[in-house]
C-alpha cells in the first residue's frame, strides 16, 4: 500500500439518534442525509484512482463504500479489525452514557460482559492499520467509524489515545501515505506499552 484514504461512513440511524452498534449483524444503514453525505465524497473521488476498498463489517461503512464509489467496480476487502467497539451491556444504549463510564474508568477496563476494553479497540485498530500497509493496492480507501480515524488521525499529530476522543465528521477524506500510517500504527503501539488512563 502507498496511499489510504481514510472515511468515516455517512450519517446512519444510530448515529442520528447518538445511539450505540457494535453488532454488524443487527442492520443498521445510512439515513438519506448519509446517503447524500456519501455521494458528495463520490464526487470528491471522482478523480482519484483506487484500487480496492475496505471496509469494517458493518452496515452504515458497506453502505457508504456502495454509494462512494458506485459504478466504478473497485475490488473489496472487509476487515473486521475495523468494526466498531463491543459495547456489551451499552449495546443500543446512548452514546454519551458510554462516554461517561470511558471518561472515569481505565483503559484495561471492559463495560461488561461481552463488551470490549479500550486497550483492545487500541490494539485492534493498531494491528487493521499495520494490515493496510500491508496490502498490494496502492490506493485504498477504507470506509470505517469514528473511533479509529479519531485514534488515527490524533497519532498523526504526535497525539496519543486519549479516554474521550473527539466524534470525526461523516464522510470526510483523510489521506495518509505509507510512512505516515506506518508512524499512526507506531504511535498506537507505543501507547500500548505503556498506557497513559
Known sequence: MQTAILVRHGESVFSVRGLLNGDPSIPGGLTPAGVEQARALGDRLRGVPIDLVVTSEFERAVETADVATAGRGLPRLAL??????????????????????????????????????RYA?????AAAFRRLLDLRAETVVVFAHSLPLAYAIAASEGSLPSARMPLVEYATPYRYDA????????????????PTF
Do not use: C, K
Open 179 to 194: 510512512q505516515e500510517l506506518a508512524g499512526i500504527a507506531a504511535v498506537l503501539e507505543r501507547w500500548l506499552a505503556a
Open 80 to 117: 473486521a479489525e475495523l468494526n466498531d467497539p463491543l459495547y456489551g451491556p451499552f449495546e443500543g444504549a446512548m452514546l454519551e452514557d458510554y462516554r461517561a463510564w470511558a471518561s472515569s474508568s481505565p483503559s484495561s477496563a471492559a463495560p461488561g460482559a461481552g463488551g470490549e476494553s
Open 121 to 125: 479497540i487500541v490494539e485492534r485498530y
